[in-house]
């Protein structure tokens, strides 16, 4: 093999544009309401308390500094408009927040007169705070699960202004305003916007669709972040199990990511598990039309249904994959994921060294599939089936 070398860098760049494009496929005969809702400030935030009103579980950290709540606060006592809360109802009739989960956080935090203890870090991990079991076990309260996983402290919420060159200061936590004022304060409606979909079989691609609209503005979340927020089941839950307990995947793949691209690549090992098949020697793609995030979706949407034993199936499938990984340089995803996909189908105990890797990743023969076009469906299929047959002859040689 004629060996030639290139940067990882522009590889998993490349790999990174074809996992965000946009997933263009759409829904036929979907009809999308919207319910909207005017709530007082005290009806939401207890509602909130109680989990009527709850966070999806693998959500970006709430990150809002002290003084960010401030103005919210500041913007609620002065009867400014605060932008809507978008939410659905989940199997257990809560409203899940596709969209206010800071501003929701935030507003409950004024009203109790708290904020994070911890000075040096601030941000509270949601996945951590709504994977806590109580939450399926008993009766528990937001503040509850909040303060026992991040204390909180009292603070001072402050109105700041000036005044004949003098600037002054209002204590304006709610506690402390004025009892017409808090009246008032209690019942300034905010606005919870209700998704619902009329076609159940569809229901998580729409939301997928409204999740990624409603976040199209400031910071977008990524292609992986949207179905974190969508797809809660045992087949993600079994996903950021593994991305965050397994040390040696860790050290395979490096630091979490920040927008969840490891998770993804655990997504991606098993959509192309589950689609791709080798038949008569080769490997075949099916439901594959030259979108990763459109075979990522269509997937997301059958696991949802997955019951306990085609779960750990995949877990097993997943770790077992990582047990046979040498430990040594960046493996770069593509290369990971036609590992993967060659590792089911050729059995044996048998260790993918990373001279190996490295081996295909500099071959000139490899490099074509994965260049330039890589989504397309001749490459991805010459990609699979190239590393299938090297992993092959790798391994019956070993075995020789």
């Known amino acids: 093999m004629e060996e030639k070398n290139y940067n990882i860098e522009d590889i998993e760049k490349q790999d990174e544009d074809i996992t965000e494009q946009k997933d263009y496929s759409f829904i036929e005969n979907t009809n999308v309401t919207q319910y909207k809702s005017d709530l007082a400030f005290k009806t939401l935030i207890d509602g909130f308390n109680d989990l009527l009103y709850v966070i999806p579980k693998y959500q970006r950290k709430y990150i809002w500094s002290k003084e960010q709540v401030e103005n919210l606060a500041i913007s609620l006592i002065r009867g400014l408009p605060i932008p809507p809360i978008y939410v659905y109802r989940n199997e257990k009739k809560q409203m899940e927040i596709l969209d206010g989960q800071q501003r929701i956080l935030s507003l409950f935090l004024?009203?109790?007169?708290?904020?994070?203890?911890?000075?040096?870090?601030?941000?509270?991990?949601?996945?951590?705070?709504?994977?806590?079991?109580?939450?399926?076990r008993a009766e528990i309260s937001f503040e509850k699960l909040l303060e026992d996983q991040y204390p909180l402290k009292d603070v001072t919420y402050e109105l700041k202004y000036r005044?004949?060159?003098?600037?002054?200061?209002?204590?304006?936590?709610?506690?402390?305003?004025?009892?017409?004022?808090?009246?008032?304060?209690?019942?300034?409606?905010?606005?919870?916007?209700?998704?619902?979909?009329?076609?159940?079989?569809?229901?998580?691609?729409?939301?997928?669709?409204?999740?990624?609209n409603l976040n199209s503005g400031g910071t977008e979340l990524k292609n992986q972040e949207l179905r974190n927020g969508v797809y809660q089941c045992k087949f993600y839950d079994m996903l950021h199990e593994i991305n965050n307990t397994n040390e040696k995947w860790r050290k395979i793949y490096g630091e979490k990511h920040k927008h969840s691209r490891d998770v993804e690549l655990l997504l991606r090992f098993a959509a192309i598990q589950y689609y791709f098949k080798l038949e008569y020697g080769l490997i075949k793609l099916h439901n594959y039309g030259n979108s990763y995030p459109k075979l990522?979706?269509?997937?997301?949407?059958?696991?949802?249904?997955?019951?306990?034993?085609?779960?750990?199936?995949?877990?097993?499938?997943?770790?077992?994959?990582?047990?046979?990984?040498?430990?040594?340089?960046?493996?770069?995803?593509?290369?990971?994921?036609?590992?993967?996909?060659?590792?089911?189908?050729?059995?044996?105990?048998?260790?993918?060294?990373?001279?190996?890797?490295?081996?295909?990743?500099?071959?000139?023969?490899?490099?074509?599939?994965?260049?330039?076009?890589?989504?397309?469906?001749?490459?991805?299929?010459?990609?699979?089936?190239?590393?299938?047959?090297?992993?092959?002859?790798?391994?019956?040689?070993?075995?020789?």
């Open 110 to 136: 004024y009203y109790k007169g708290k904020y994070i203890k911890n000075s040096t870090n601030t941000q509270v991990e949601l996945q951590r705070l709504m994977s806590d079991d109580r939450l399926n």
């Open 296 to 400: 990522l979706n269509d997937f997301s949407d059958e696991a949802i249904h997955f019951d306990d034993v085609t779960v750990d199936m995949y877990k097993k499938n997943i770790e077992r994959f990582i047990d046979k990984i040498e430990v040594g340089d960046r493996i770069a995803n593509l290369l990971l994921e036609s590992l993967y996909l060659a590792s089911i189908y050729i059995d044996g105990n048998y260790t993918i060294e990373n001279d190996f890797c490295k081996t295909i990743a500099n071959d000139t023969s490899y490099e074509q599939y994965i260049l330039s076009s890589s989504s397309s469906k001749s490459k991805v299929k010459g990609r699979l089936n190239y590393v299938y047959k090297q992993l092959s002859n790798y391994v019956n040689g070993n075995k020789k």
């Open 163 to 212: 005044e004949e060159d003098k600037e002054k200061v209002i204590d304006i936590r709610y506690d402390k305003l004025p009892k017409e004022i808090r009246r008032t304060v209690d019942f300034t409606t905010i606005s919870v916007i209700e998704i619902k979909v009329d076609a159940e079989n569809q229901k998580n691609r729409i939301l997928y669709k409204v999740f990624q």
